[in-house]
């Protein structure tokens, strides 16, 4: 069973936050190295600016462990982000709880602006 797998059986019972077959979009969530929705808008969350927000709409290179940190965080698909600073590491919100990633982990997260 690879990591997705066992966080999408793992998270399956959160109200609201479960990782699904689907992102918000409706498009299948991502099991290549490549993002599945083609005509998607969602930027990696490198490109906002310190007090922006997004929603994340997917994790680039969904199989890897380095993504795997990430969904291990609580950053899956339909989750609210603010962009807090940028340097010396990207510093992000989510709910009560910021989180400090390098530019590598931070580029893996894409979201849409809201």
Known sequence: MTPIERLRNGLRG???RAWGETCPDGNP?????????VDCDS???TALKPGETGTVTCLQ???????GKL???G???GS???LRQRYPAFVFRMGHSEFAVDRELASRIR???E
């Open 29 to 37: 969530v991502p099991e290549a190295s490549r993002c599945a929705a």
């Open 43 to 45: 930027i990696p969350l």
């Open 111 to 113: 979201v849409r602006r």
């Open 61 to 67: 290179e969904p199989g890897t462990l380095e993504t």
């Open 71 to 73: 969904a291990a965080m």
């Open 75 to 77: 950053v899956l698909p």
């Open 14 to 16: 959160l109200q609201g």
């Open 80 to 82: 609210a982000v603010e």
